[in-house]
């Protein structure tokens, strides 16, 4: 089993930054992308940014110039740095990892896994 522990978030006033940090644990073979989302108020949840483990990233258009992902593969662990926070970065941050092999899995074969999420809330 496959279990994804965030840290980070909590409270910062606007232009502030904070940092969200998310570990997968268990009997891991390897992951493809780790990712992080977001899902405000009233709102769908949406792709806030992601990681290869080649590090090719991708943002929303939202939160690029301001966030950070990067990945440490060794530590099968994706962070998040987010700078110059708007209070539209409200939100519940989840993780994700994508194409996950626990070891014995044959090839072409991963789940996507999600982290219980963890609230990003940004006052003005």
């Known amino acids: 089993q496959v279990q994804l522990a965030e840290t980070g978030g909590g409270l910062a006033q606007a232009g502030g930054s904070l940092s969200l940090s998310c570990s997968a644990s268990?009997?891991?073979?390897?992951?493809?992308?780790m990712g992080w989302y977001r899902q405000a108020p009233g709102k769908q949840r949406e792709l806030v940014a992601d990681?290869?483990?080649?590090?090719?990233?991708n943002y929303a258009d939202s939160v690029k110039g301001r966030f950070t992902i990067s990945r440490d593969n060794a530590k099968n662990t994706v962070y998040l740095q987010m700078n110059s926070l708007k209070r539209e970065d409200t939100a519940v941050y989840y993780c994700?990892?994508?194409?996950?092999?626990?070891?014995?899995?044959?090839?072409?074969?991963?789940?996507?896994?999600w982290g219980k999420g963890t609230l990003v809330t940004v006052s003005s």
């Open positions: 994700n990892a994508d194409q996950v092999r626990i070891v014995g899995d044959p090839p072409d074969y991963g789940k996507n896994y």
């Open positions: 268990g009997t891991i073979f390897s992951i493809y992308a």
């Open positions: 990681i290869n483990p080649g590090g090719i990233t």
